[in-house]
């Protein structure tokens, strides 16, 4: 079993910056895509960008240059929001995907999300 927590999430004004972790804990696991995920009440979640175990970047377009999602290593993964705007509210959520060791099975998990609210 993989557990997933975010953290960093908070209330901004319109043009601050906020970085977001996601932390991965467990043992004999290897993750090999990490993906963030904001859903706004009553709407479903709605993909933000990924990063691959090889570094790879994929970014939604309304994100694209205020956005960047880095790893610090095999268990951490940030999202470094800048330039902030209200339709960036929601909750962030963060998506793992790998493979098991033991089982070598494949995962997929969530973390419980971190609220971003952001002010005009």
């Known amino acids: 079993q993989v557990q997933v927590a975010e953290s960093g999430g908070g209330s901004v004004q319109f043009g601050d910056s906020l970085r977001l972790s996601c932390t991965a804990s467990g043992s004999m696991f290897a993750i090999t895509t990490w993906a963030w995920y904001c859903q706004t009440p009553g709407k479903q979640r709605a993909f933000v960008g990924k990063?691959?175990?090889?570094?790879?970047t994929t970014y939604e377009d309304s994100v694209k240059g205020r956005f960047t999602i880095s790893r610090e290593n095999a268990k951490t993964v940030y999202l470094e929001m800048k330039n902030l705007k209200s339709e960036d509210t929601g909750v962030y959520y963060c998506n793992v995907e790998g493979v098991d060791h033991r089982s070598t099975r494949t995962f997929n998990f969530w973390g419980q999300g971190t609220q971003v609210t952001v002010s005009s």
């Open positions: 990063i691959t175990s090889g570094g790879a």
